[in-house]
């Protein structure tokens, strides 16, 4: 590792617990997507095997969102790239309502699941169902919404990772380095 001197406007990166339930929590959320929109197409076996799988990375992102909002909230974050003030608002807006999709689109599924009558199947353990399945047309919009919702945080997650890639390649900043590896976090030349 060379000793170049930090560029003036480098800022301090994401500590690593940050980093690293960032980069969990969105692998999670990608997994779950796919499988929610795959259920249908697995062979009639391995459906059961697909939902379950689909529901553990759905309630893991759910745990691992208040552990991140704890560390989000007793830590300091370091501070945003130096943007237009509309920009800086538009980032700040975008990962507030991130962080409520998170929370919205797994909430809904777990409602959903419970009012289907569906137990919960961990592998190691499981839990019977908490109440009788309710008539498919009463939960039907509970479905459509928590289907609608995923569709907004995956758009959303898209335009946030279009966001990155803007910054690293065409403003070529460090926004991007900041959440990824130390390693990969060479001080920038003047
Ligand atoms: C970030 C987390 C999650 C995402 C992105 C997600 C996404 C989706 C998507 C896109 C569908 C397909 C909707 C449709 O075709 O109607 C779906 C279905 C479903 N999800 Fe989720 N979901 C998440 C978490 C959860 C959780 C935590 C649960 C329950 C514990 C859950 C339970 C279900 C159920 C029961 C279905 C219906 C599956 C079927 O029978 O076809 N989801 N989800
Ligand atoms: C489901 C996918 C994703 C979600 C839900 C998500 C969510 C978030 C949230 C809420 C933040 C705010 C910081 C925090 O509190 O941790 C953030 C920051 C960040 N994310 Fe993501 N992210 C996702 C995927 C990605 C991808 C694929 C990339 C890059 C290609 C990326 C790059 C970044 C960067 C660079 C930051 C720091 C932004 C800054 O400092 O202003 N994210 N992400």
Known sequence: MTDLPLHPAARASYDAVSR?????MAALIALAFVLGLTIDAFPKDWKPVALETHKIAGIAALL??????????THRMPAQAESPAVLAL??????????????????IGLIYAIRRGQGFDFGLFSLPPLQAPEPRAVI???????????????????????????HHF???????????????QRPLKG
Do not use: C, N, S
């Open 20 to 24: 690293r339930l960032h980069w969990f």
């Open 64 to 73: 691992l969102l208040i552990v991140r909002f704890g560390w989000r909230l």
């Open 170 to 184: 065409v403003r070529k900043d460090d926004t991007l380095q900041r959440m990824l590896p130390e390693a990969t």
């Open 90 to 107: 538009a980032a700040r807006a975008g990962h507030a309502a991130l962080y409520v999709l998170m929370l919205i689109v797994p909430v």
């Open 140 to 166: 039907r919009p509970l479905r459509e919404r928590h289907e609608w919702a995923a569709y907004a945080l995956i758009a959303l997650a898209g335009l946030h990772t279009l966001a990155a890639l803007w």
